[in-house]
């Protein structure tokens, strides 16, 4: 672990999505793709573990992207540029397989379109056809859109309204492509509905799906037990194990369900915050 990290840039990507790069040099050189990092922004602030958006081993600097959407991440999102983040603790996880499969579909749906970018460009270098979907709710929630483009053969969007590309799901898309192409390998990243509707998808054609459950993450080195799931009848802890797993082997409906352990804390602490930082003005 080391300490003090500073911010060198901050973008606002969408209404509660912010991106941060960091100065980060240790972990930049050992970053791969589809790890993560855990990070504090002060000495006695909560753990919080973020997946990895980029990387940049020669400048030194780690990019993620984020939800403001409980108490320490959006304390992380009123942090400038010149600030400094207390710790940052990385790179974690098992990286991504990359190697050569031949056409792969990499599917980011919400937050989960920002680690797919590392993964996409690796996959890409090794000499993959790439084809990318992304989804939103609305078109004002994408992004990273001309980044994929810049390491895909085909980028498909889609939102659930419709105000861009397909309306629909990223599933549905995916299913569109199924039933008429050849597909190798599939890779899913998003929101847990959506990686098991992947898998109900690709499953008849026999298509070996990845996907990555970051979001069930609560402590990030296997110490809290909170992010254990099923995969092929077995205990697993997303953290060292994963993040990615066989997702016609994950059992969906328990991780739906551990998903929801922590709202009431979560919901309690975000309420507080927010009183305190309305009390401070």
């Known amino acids: 672990m080391t300490f003090?990290?500073?911010?060198?840039?901050?973008?606002?990507?969408?209404?509660?999505?912010?991106?941060?790069?960091?100065?980060?040099?240790?972990?930049?050189?050992?970053?791969?793709?589809?790890q993560?990092?855990?990070?504090?922004?002060?000495?006695?602030?909560?753990?919080?573990?973020?997946?990895?958006?980029?990387?940049?081993?020669?400048?030194?600097?780690?990019?993620?992207?984020?939800?403001?959407?409980?108490?320490?991440?959006?304390?992380?999102?009123?942090?400038?540029?010149?600030?400094f983040i207390a710790n940052v603790a990385g790179p974690l996880g098992t990286?991504?397989?990359?190697?050569h499969f031949g056409h792969v579909v990499?599917?980011?749906?919400?937050?989960?379109?920002?680690?797919?970018?590392?993964?996409?460009?690796?996959?890409?270098?090794?000499?993959?056809?790439?084809?990318v979907i992304i989804g939103a709710r609305s078109k004002n929630l994408l992004?990273?859109?001309?980044?994929?483009?810049?390491?895909?053969?085909?980028?498909?969007?889609?939102?659930?309204?419709?105000?861009?590309?397909?309306?629909?799901?990223v599933s549905n898309q995916l299913q569109d492509l199924l039933a008429c192409e050849k597909i190798d390998r599939v890779v899913?990243?998003?929101?847990?509905?959506?990686?098991?509707?992947?898998a109900d998808a690709t499953r008849p054609y026999g298509v070996r799906t990845v996907v990555s459950l970051n979001s069930i993450m609560v402590d990030g080195t296997g110490m809290c037990g909170a992010c254990r799931v099923e995969v092929g009848g077995e205990t697993k802890f997303t953290c060292v194990d994963g993040p990615e797993f066989d997702a016609h082997l994950v059992d969906f409906d328990l991780l739906m369900k551990r998903l929801n352990t922590y709202l009431p804390e979560e919901k309690r602490a975000k309420?507080?915050?927010?009183?305190?930082?309305?009390?401070?003005?």
């Open 106 to 131: 990499l599917c980011g749906g919400g937050l989960g379109i920002a680690p797919l970018y590392p993964i996409a460009k690796a996959l890409k270098n090794m000499g993959n056809m790439i084809t």
């Open 143 to 169: 992004f990273y859109e001309d980044k994929l483009k810049s390491v895909s053969d085909q980028l498909y969007v889609t939102t659930d309204d419709g105000t861009k590309g397909k309306k629909g799901f």
């Open 36 to 83: 993560f990092i855990i990070l504090r922004i002060a000495e006695r602030g909560e753990r919080i573990p973020l997946s990895l958006a980029g990387y940049d081993s020669k400048k030194g600097t780690i990019t993620t992207i984020f939800l403001a959407t409980g108490k320490t991440t959006q304390e992380l999102a009123s942090m400038n540029e010149g600030d």
């Open 4 to 34: 003090l990290h500073k911010i060198l840039r901050k973008d606002t990507l969408t209404s509660d999505a912010n991106l941060l790069v960091v100065e980060a040099p240790e972990i930049a050189k050992k970053c791969k793709p589809g």
């Open 95 to 99: 990286p991504s397989d990359i190697n």
């Open 271 to 281: 309420e507080l915050y927010n009183k305190t930082s309305m009390g401070a003005h």
């Open 188 to 198: 899913a990243i998003g929101p847990a509905i959506m990686m098991k509707s992947i």
